[in-house]
């Protein structure tokens, strides 16, 4: 017996697939549009722009402090706000907290996972937040009290259904932006765990994320396997602009000061600058010699100077306007895995795969 | 009488693909609409930043070590 529903679901189908048509030829249509109206505006390079700014001298950076205390791969740190304590987390479970000035070390917690492969400072100083391998970002108070058992006030915000791949504090240590390996990113609230907006959009682990500068407003951007660099709307969850140019795994995404640009490493050995406002990327940092992975990207406190951490051990200083890169750094006996200027501009710190941090001035 | 959840699977398909399709329509014609700003036009800022705050960079300028609390040549005293 034939049902009398039949008839309609054939014709409700038949109509469907024709709006379907028609959006498929509308949605090909803006797209080539867009594409030609972004081509019309790439009218030329940034190298070329800047062909008449005044190139940059030798730079003499040294390693000036190293701190040995990790077990294992050094694989995050961050730089508190008052210049000098640092936070970094090993794949040996343990996060310590390091005055940088002395090399002193001031706290330390073990993780109950290995790969601890993201940590924070909080703005105010008082507390660090971590993770890795237990999907978890966890924030340790810091007590002034160095007997203290840290790990008994850990409390657990974040939890994904992978690995944490990045973490940040958002302007307060109320809220933590976290990334993961399971494709998304999200804002928590530090005091009760809620999650606050997700972000979809990835199609792959995202590895690394930068909130805009506080003065560009409510946004960051974000890198993953897919290739793709994401900025999003921290509001909407909503993704607002995106990036595809690089060849391989995005490591690392970092604001330029002025919040206009980012850029980004990648495991195609090129960083590349994206700029906001004229959506696409204005300059890639490349060279045929360097065919290792970028880990870890920071510009220098004017946005003159790129700082790369390369997975050949060595770190790579590139002039942002020309292109050019003016001087490689070596030290590090093993990958470099993490890389971050100090708040004031005054260092850089690094971590590496040879258990060690470095600070270069 | 087989094809009944058939067509119906068809059909809660194609109405997703084509709530997807609008989504993805409404965001290209906000993109075509905004104005972007020339590659020229978006450098030149860029540059003028760079300039405006290159004296207040340390690392671009290198600051004596008297300066650099990481330079400093004191040794440090283990305590």
């Known amino acids: 017996m034939r049902s009398p529903l039949i008839p309609e679901m054939a014709t409700q189908e038949v109509q469907l697939n024709e709006t379907l048509a028609h959006l498929k030829t509308e949605s090909e249509t803006l797209k080539s549009k867009l594409e030609e109206e972004r081509a019309k505006l790439h009218d030329v390079e940034l190298h070329q722009v800047a062909e008449k700014v005044e190139g940059l001298g030798q730079f003499v950076m040294k390693t000036r402090r190293t701190l040995k205390g990790h077990g294992n791969k050094v694989l995050c740190m961050d730089w508190c706000k008052d210049k000098r304590r640092i936070v970094s987390s090993s794949q040996d479970g343990k996060v310590i907290v390091w005055d940088a000035f002395t090399t002193n070390k001031e706290h330390a917690v073990t993780m109950p996972c290995t790969w601890v492969m993201a940590c924070a400072y909080a703005p105010s100083g008082c507390a660090v937040a971590c993770g890795g391998l237990d999907n978890k970002c966890s924030?340790?108070?810091?007590?002034?009290?160095?007997?203290?058992?840290?790990?008994a006030k850990k409390k657990s915000v974040a939890m994904h259904t992978n690995y944490l791949s990045a973490c940040s504090f958002t302007n307060s240590d109320m809220q933590i932006l976290t990334s993961s390996g399971d494709g998304t990113c999200a804002l928590w609230d530090v005091e009760s765990g809620q999650l606050l907006q997700s972000f979809h959009g990835h199609a792959a682990d995202v590895l690394c994320l930068d909130l805009a500068p506080s003065e560009t407003g409510n946004t960051f951007v974000s890198g993953g396997c897919d290739k793709k660099a994401n900025v999003w709307d921290m509001r909407s969850g909503q993704c607002i602009q995106s990036f595809e140019t690089h060849e391989s795994d995005i490591n690392s995404v970092r604001y330029y000061p002025s919040g206009d640009a980012f850029a980004?490493?990648?495991?195609?050995?090129?960083?590349?600058?994206?700029?906001?406002?004229?959506?696409?990327?204005?300059?890639?940092?490349?060279?045929?010699?360097i065919i290792f992975g970028v880990s870890s990207v920071d510009f220098s406190l004017s946005g003159r100077l790129l700082f790369g951490g390369y997975n050949?051990?060595?770190?790579?200083?590139w002039d942002v306007l020309k292109g050019t890169r003016v001087s490689i750094l070596f030290g590090h006996e093993n990958r470099v895995s993490t890389l971050r200027v100090s708040p004031d501009g005054t260092a850089f710190c690094t971590g590496s795969w040879d258990h060690t941090l470095r600070i270069w001035a | 009488m087989s094809t009944k959840p058939h067509s119906s699977n068809n059909i809660a398909h194609a109405r997703r693909t084509v709530q997807q399709l609008r989504i993805e329509a409404s965001i290209e014609r906000i993109k075509v609409q905004c104005s972007n700003k020339p590659v020229s036009k978006a450098s030149a800022d860029l540059m003028n930043y760079c300039s405006e705050?290159?004296?207040?960079?340390?690392?671009?300028m290198g600051i004596p070590a008297s300066d650099n609390p990481f330079k400093d040549k004191k040794p440090c005293t283990i305590l």
């Open chain 1, 264 to 289: 980004s490493g990648s495991d195609d050995a090129t960083c590349r600058l994206y700029d906001l406002r004229a959506d696409r990327e204005v300059a890639i940092y490349s060279k045929e010699s």
């Open chain 2, 53 to 60: 705050h290159a004296r207040n960079d340390p690392l671009l």
């Open chain 1, 139 to 151: 924030v340790y108070p810091l007590s002034l009290d160095k007997n203290e058992n840290l790990a």
């Open chain 1, 312 to 317: 050949d051990y060595t770190i790579n200083v």
